[in-house]
Nanobody, 124 residues
């Protein structure tokens, strides 16, 4: 499984960014996909996920109402639309998949497939 994230950058507080993740390799439509992030000096944390069929969106409390996750199975792509960005959203963002729809295991992180991260920096 290969995951390639893109779309990060520098944005002012209140601004928006759209992250993309291109996937290849194993079956895409049967696998949970999502985003994690890691801020400097902090552990990697769950941000959002979607089930293999695109249903059951799940978000961390810190991003609910501001971030929207979506996927396009025809393009093997995952997206994260981020709005009303805050300085505390500054982090390296990673897309991930698991090869199953086990959400609990996915959030825990161990055993996930990870892409390289994309840096998001929000200035105040």
């Amino acid at each position: 499984v290969q995951l390639q994230a893109s779309g990060g950058g520098l944005v002012q507080a209140g601004g928006s960014l759209r992250l993309s993740c291109a996937t290849s390799g194993r079956t895409f439509s049967n696998s949970i996909l999502g985003w994690f992030r890691q801020a400097p000096g902090k552990e990697r944390e769950f941000v959002a996920s979607l089930r293999g069929d695109g249903g059951n969106p799940s978000y961390a409390d810190s991003v609910k109402g501001r971030f929207t996750i979506s996927r396009d199975n025809a393009k093997n792509a995952l997206y994260l639309q981020m709005t009303s960005l805050r300085p505390e959203d500054t982090a390296v963002y990673y897309c991930a998949t698991r090869g199953s729809n086990n959400w609990i295991a996915f959030v825990r992180g161990a055993g996930n497939y990870w892409g390289q991260g994309t840096q998001v920096t929000v200035s105040s």
